[in-house]
């Protein structure tokens, strides 16, 4: 049987090789988007990290070819009627127990309103170990204290979507 695994695994490399992919993100897709002040940036699928009965999180990474940002989309989140603040920078912990923090970079509502993001930027020194490790979980504030969110889904999201960024034509 664990011949046969290599087999099929020698086979999926052979293939995506020949049609010019890597296994590794052969299903990857980086969007380009221009702002309205000319800034390019890149953004990877938004994925789901978490869910229960009351909580969601999902969030992709987006660059700008020169740093790297975390977009986080919890639900719920705070009303833009309550006028919250958020201040607080973002606690991820890896599945190496390593916690590092992210520096909140920006905070907005859109689509009228009705979703919210919150922009984490990544320390440029720790890319290497979200590279290679997986995220166990992340400790976010939205105003009212943090919440941390164990990650069921995607755990692998982070890395592989900079792996993609590093892996496409444009090299980020």
């Known amino acids: 049987m664990e011949n046969v695994n290599k087999s099929m ?3 999926l490399f052979l293939i995506c090789a020949l049609l010019g992919g890597n296994p590794a ?3 990857c897709n980086v969007v380009e988007k221009v702002l309205p002040d000319g800034t390019m940036y890149y953004h990877a699928e938004t994925l789901l990290f ?3 009965k009351d909580f969601q999180l999902s969030g992709n990474l987006v660059t700008d070819k020169e740093h790297y940002f975390l977009s986080l989309k919890p639900l719920p989140f ?4 309550k006028n919250i603040k958020i201040k607080s920078d973002l606690v991820i912990t890896l599945t190496n127990n390593t916690a590092y923090t992210l520096k909140l970079f920006d905070t907005y509502y859109y689509d009228k309103d009705s979703s919210f993001a919150a922009v984490y930027m990544f320390d440029a020194k720790n890319l290497p170990d979200f590279r290679t490790h997986e995220v166990k979980e992340v400790k976010l504030d939205l105003g009212e204290g943090f919440n941390n969110y164990i990650f069921r889904l995607h755990k692998e999201a982070l890395r592989e979507q ?3 960024f590093k892996n496409t034509k444009n090299k980020f």
């Open 25 to 27: 993100t052969a299903q």
């Open 50 to 52: 978490y869910k229960t």
């Open 78 to 81: 705070p009303e833009k009627s």
């Open 162 to 164: 900079l792996d993609c």
């Open 9 to 11: 695994g020698r086979l």
